[in-house]
C-alpha cells in the first residue's frame, strides 16, 4: 500500500503513525532504534507489506500490469489503491481528507526531530503539492507516478501508468473494494497482538 492507506491504517495513536510512515525509510534492526510506539509503526509498515505482497487479489492486480511494467508493477498498484481510497474517502473516514491530510503534515512538521533525513526532504515536496489529498484525482494520479517515475534509476514507464488505470479502472476498484476491509481487518489484529 502507498503513503495514505498506511496513514490510515494506523488509527489514532500519533506516534504510530508516524512509525508507520516512515516505515520504508528504516531497515532492517535501525528499527531498534525507535521507541515502542514507533517501533510498533515500523512493524505494522511491514506487516501490511507483507499482507498486501501476498494477497490473491493483489497479485490478480499486478498481473494486469506485469507485460508492460514487470517489477514496478507493484508499486502502481499501491498508487491505484490510494487512489481508490481517497476518491472513496467518506466511506472509510468521519473526517474530510482535506483536512485529515493537512493534520498529518502538521503532526510530522510537530515531529521532525524523529524523521529520518531523507523524509524531512520529501515532506516538502509532499506539502508543496499536496500529493495525499491529490491522490483522489486521476491527474492527481498522474502528476505522483510521473514524479516516482523521474527518481526510479532504471527506465520504468511509470509516467504512463495513469492510462492502465483509467483502461482497467473497474477491474482495479473491483480489486481494492475486495482487498481493502481484509487488510483493514488484518492491521487491527496484527496491531492488537502487538499489545497482548
Excluded: C
Aim: glycine content about 4%; proline content about 3%; hydrophobic content about 35%.
Amino acid at each position: 500500500m502507498n503513503f495514505l492507506a498506511h496513514i490510515y491504517l494506523s488509527g489514532e495513536n500519533e506516534k504510530l503513525i508516524i512509525g508507520n510512515f516512515i516505515g520504508d525509510f528504516v531497515k532492517g534492526n535501525q528499527l531498534l532504534n525507535y521507541e515502542k510506539e514507533l517501533m510498533n509503526g515500523i512493524l505494522l509498515h511491514r506487516e501490511i507489506d507483507r499482507y498486501t505482497d501476498d494477497h490473491p487479489v493483489v497479485l490478480e492486480s499486478k498481473k494486469r500490469l506485469w507485460d508492460k511494467y514487470h517489477h514496478y508493477s507493484p508499486v502502481i498498484v499501491d498508487v491505484y489503491y490510494d487512489h481508490f481510497l481517497a476518491n472513496n474517502w467518506s466511506n472509510f473516514h468521519d473526517e474530510p481528507l482535506a483536512s485529515f491530510t493537512e493534520n498529518f503534515y502538521q503532526l510530522l512538521e510537530d515531529n521532525k526531530a524523529l524523521l529520518p533525513e531523507r523524509v524531512v526532504r520529501m515532506l516538502h515536496h509532499m506539502k508543496k503539492d499536496n500529493w495525499l489529498y491529490h491522490y483522489q484525482s486521476l491527474e492527481g494520479i498522474r502528476q505522483t507516478l510521473t514524479g516516482m517515475s523521474r527518481r526510479t534509476k532504471f527506465e520504468s514507464s511509470l509516467e504512463k501508468a495513469h492510462v492502465d488505470l483509467e483502461r482497467y479502472y473497474e477491474l482495479f476498484k473491483e480489486d481494492f473494494e475486495t482487498f481493502f476491509p481484509k487488510l483493514v481487518q488484518h492491521s487491527k489484529e496484527f496491531l492488537s497482538s502487538l499489545d497482548s
